[in-house]
């Protein structure tokens, strides 16, 4: 047989890819939209627990 090795792993990945359920165009924005909303949400929360924090040990240690 003159296959390369890992051609029936690649081949056997393919038809898994095509049998999966890939979402509209319209659901991919719409998805990724939220996650870039709630990642920056998520960051000001933090930057703001950072700076209360920040705040809180230098009246602590001051």
């Known amino acids: 047989m003159n296959r390369l090795p ?6 056997d990945a393919y038809a898994e890819l095509r049998k999966a359920h ?4 319209e659901q991919t924005i719409r998805l990724t939209g939220l996650v ?6 998520m ?3 933090l930057g703001l627990a950072d700076f209360v924090f920040a705040e809180l040990f230098d009246v602590v240690v001051a």
């Open 6 to 11: 890992g051609m029936g792993f690649m081949r």
């Open 22 to 25: 890939w979402p509209t165009r």
């Open 36 to 41: 870039v909303a709630i990642s920056l949400l």
């Open 43 to 45: 960051a000001m929360l």
